[in-house]
């Protein structure tokens, strides 16, 4: 009993407290990898079709675009905020296979930036030109999205 009331004398309610809700706290993520793969991938298909649609070409259906995200977290895990890696496989308006890989900063909100791996990637830089000439922000090279967390 002696050694419990110096234990809580030196460490002071503050910290006991701190400790108490951390370990309460301490819980399986809502941030999983079917989370975030079924959000980027809706996200993804909604801005495939807007891009579609801003840029003049034939336009494509949000229901017509089809896309499969594979998505871990950057250490190797499959739950969590922090970085992630997506990998999306979807098909385009001339229905070819498309692989582009996305890098994620996922936060414990359910909210995330995706910005594509720009080395591997067909769909441009951070800007493309249209036929006119006039140059836009390409809306699939980096986004924002968020996903219900609860």
């Not at 419990?4 to 006991?16: A, K, M, N, Y």
């Not at 809502?30 to 959000?39: F, K, L, Y």
């Not at 079709?49 to 070409?57: D, E, I």
């Given at each position: 009993m002696r050694?419990?009331?110096?234990?809580?004398?030196?460490?002071?309610?503050?910290?006991?407290?701190?400790?108490?809700l951390a370990s309460v706290s301490c819980g399986s993520s809502?941030?999983?990898?079917?989370?975030?793969?079924?959000?980027i991938g809706h996200n993804f298909a909604n801005l495939v079709?807007?891009?579609?649609?801003?840029?003049?070409?034939s336009p494509l259906?949000?229901?017509d675009i089809t896309v499969a995200a594979s998505c871990y977290r950057s250490n190797g895990g499959t739950v969590g905020a922090g970085e992630w890696v997506c990998t999306l496989v979807w098909h385009g308006p001339n229905q070819a296979t498309l692989h582009d890989t996305y890098d994620l900063s996922v936060g414990t909100d359910g909210c995330y930036t995706a910005v594509v791996d720009a080395a591997e990637s067909q769909l441009g830089g951070p800007t493309i030109k249209m036929t006119d000439g006039t140059t836009v922000r390409n809306l699939l090279y980096s986004f924002d999205g968020c996903f219900d967390t609860t």
């Open positions: 050694l419990r009331r110096v234990f809580r004398l030196c460490l002071g309610p503050e910290l006991i407290t701190a400790l108490a809502p941030i999983t990898s079917s989370r975030v793969e079924a959000a079709h807007a891009q579609l649609t801003r840029t003049g070409l259906p949000v229901s």
